[in-house]
């Protein structure tokens, strides 16, 4: 028998989809999870929104149109997108905010891109995905893992930068480190970005995940928008909708107005020649959130409780590691959304002694922290810092 496959390499495992599998695969019942990204409630479930239930499944089993549902992008853009003019915006719906990644790398590519900057620590996907879709990758320094805090080269290293470089942020909760830009920082780059005339591509996977008052998850975005230099932003509603699974997304490019059909049909051509389109189901429902101002304001509140106790779990877990005179961690609360990095620490005996799941990497999904729980994670936390 010929064997056709002797040039393939075998590749390893995703490490936070392994790492969720060695969880479940736990049977130990006071296993905690910190690893895979999503929102839990108290029991370790996923967190169903009570402003989602309740509604009937679509009957309707036709193919979406190739660019998504007009009602959905036209409603999400209401309020997602409201600093921005609707002649300047063109956005297709995406299957979660992975493809969004991938449409805009691609389209990236095709313009002419063969590079692509993300700072020094981020979403592990985003090297994969954007190499993938034929982009090197190159990193700057963003984050001091000494400090836990904004790197101080993060300005220095932009400008020493090539103009009209491919730039990569996420518009709020910066994954894994939980480290953003605060607005005087924002302006810093935005001038910046004008000077050199940077192309921005943003991930905007936690909005509504992040600072005490949600139009400041989008205040990246904004003042972006305000350079009038044209951007990318990629949105998964994943988290913030809690439709993990059900796979909905959305890829706008802003500040486009010439140039608003072509990047629409190439969007359009890339979609049809790898999925054709997206599911009709989860873009079904976020419409009928969006749309009923009762039913829309009903899920706003849901987003900002769940915002604030993960406000409020970063404060008491720092106060009850420096009550045990732990203070290497003390950042953690002034870091948003839903991840902080941990550095110095024995992932493998937290997993071992302690049943705690975290990547290898150190970074811990704050969701995953409870009132319930807490002490647990803090003397497991004490106990396996490495010296
Ligand atoms: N972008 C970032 C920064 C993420 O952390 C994630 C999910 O973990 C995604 C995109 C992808 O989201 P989705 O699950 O909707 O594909």
């Given at each position: 028998?010929?064997?056709?496959?002797?040039?393939?390499?075998?590749i390893?495992?995703d490490?936070?989809?392994?790492?969720?599998?060695?969880?479940l695969?736990?049977?130990?019942?006071?296993?905690?999870?910190?690893?895979?990204?999503?929102?839990?409630?108290?029991?370790?479930?996923?967190?169903?929104?009570?402003?989602?239930?309740?509604?009937?499944?679509t009957?309707?089993?036709?193919?979406?149109?190739?660019?998504?549902?007009?009602?959905?992008?036209?409603?999400?853009?209401?309020?997602?997108?409201?600093?921005?003019?609707?002649?300047?915006i063109?956005?297709?719906?995406?299957?979660?905010?992975?493809?969004?990644?991938?449409?805009?790398?691609?389209?990236?590519?095709?313009?002419?891109?063969?590079?692509?900057?993300?700072?020094?620590?981020?979403?592990?996907?985003?090297l994969?995905?954007?190499?993938?879709?034929?982009?090197?990758?190159?990193?700057?320094?963003?984050?001091?893992?000494?400090?836990?805090?904004?790197?101080?080269?993060?300005?220095?290293?932009l400008?020493?930068l090539?103009?009209?470089s491919?730039?990569?942020?996420?518009?709020?909760?910066?994954n894994?480190?939980?480290?953003?830009?605060?607005e005087?920082?924002?302006d810093?780059?935005?001038?910046i970005?004008?000077?050199?005339?940077?192309?921005?591509?943003?991930?905007?996977?936690?909005?509504?995940?992040?600072?005490?008052?949600?139009?400041?998850?989008?205040?990246?975005?904004?003042?972006?928008?305000?350079?009038?230099?044209?951007?990318a932003?990629?949105?998964?509603?994943?988290?913030?909708?809690?439709?993990?699974?059900?796979?909905?997304?959305?890829?706008?490019?802003?500040?486009?107005?010439?140039?608003?059909?072509?990047?629409?049909?190439?969007?359009?051509?890339?979609?049809?020649?790898?999925?054709?389109?997206?599911?009709?189901?989860?873009?079904?429902?976020?419409?009928?959130?969006?749309?009923?101002?009762?039913?829309?304001?009903?899920?706003?509140?849901?987003?900002?409780?769940?915002?604030?106790?993960?406000?409020?779990?970063?404060?008491?877990?720092?106060?009850?590691?420096?009550?045990k005179n732990?203070?290497?961690?003390?950042?953690?609360?002034?870091?948003?959304?839903?991840?902080?990095?941990?550095?110095?620490?024995?992932?493998?005996?937290?997993?071992?002694?302690?049943?705690?799941?975290?990547p290898?990497?150190?970074?811990?999904?704050?969701?995953?922290?409870?009132?319930?729980?807490?002490d647990?994670?803090?003397?497991?936390?004490?106990q396996?810092?490495?010296?």
């Open positions: 028998m010929p064997n056709f496959f002797t040039n393939l390499d075998i390893p495992q490490p936070i989809f392994a790492l969720n599998k060695e969880f695969l736990d049977n130990r019942i006071e296993k905690i999870n910190l690893g895979i990204g999503v929102i839990t409630n108290d029991l370790g479930n996923i967190y169903q929104f009570q402003s989602l239930q309740n509604f009937s499944t009957t309707n089993n036709h193919y979406l149109p190739i660019e998504g549902d007009e009602s959905f992008k036209d409603n999400f853009e209401k309020i997602f997108l409201d600093f921005a003019e609707k002649e300047k063109v956005s297709i719906q995406t299957v979660g905010g992975t493809q969004a990644n991938f449409l805009a790398g691609k389209l990236f590519s095709q313009i002419g891109y063969d590079t692509i900057y993300f700072p020094n620590y981020t979403w592990s996907n985003h994969g995905i954007f190499e993938e879709a034929g982009l090197k990758i190159k990193q700057f320094d963003y984050y001091n893992a000494n400090q836990a805090t904004l790197s101080e080269n993060f300005f220095t290293e400008k020493s090539p103009d009209k491919l730039i990569s942020l996420d518009a709020c909760g910066q894994p480190t939980g480290v953003d830009l605060d005087k920082r924002i810093e780059l935005c001038k970005t004008k000077e050199k005339q940077f192309l921005f591509f943003l991930d905007a996977a936690y909005i509504g995940l992040c600072n005490p008052k949600i139009e400041n998850d989008l205040l990246l975005a904004k003042k972006i928008y305000q350079t009038g230099l044209p951007f932003i990629a949105f998964s509603l994943s988290k913030n909708m809690s439709l993990y699974g059900h796979r909905l997304g959305i890829l706008s490019f802003l500040n486009i107005a010439n140039e608003k059909e072509k990047i629409a049909t190439n969007l359009e051509k890339i979609m049809r020649t790898t999925v054709s389109n997206s599911p009709r189901y989860p873009s079904d429902l976020a419409l009928k959130v969006l749309q009923d101002s009762k039913i829309r304001q009903n899920w706003l509140t849901e987003l900002q409780q769940i915002r604030q106790s993960l406000i409020n779990i970063r404060q008491t877990l720092v106060q009850k590691l420096n009550k732990i203070h290497i961690f003390d950042e953690i609360k002034n870091q948003t959304g839903l991840f902080s990095l941990l550095n110095k620490i024995d992932t493998e005996k937290m997993k071992k002694d302690f049943s705690i799941y975290l290898s990497s150190g970074r811990i999904n704050i969701s995953g922290i409870k009132q319930n729980n807490v647990k994670v803090v003397e497991a936390l004490s396996c810092i490495i010296n």
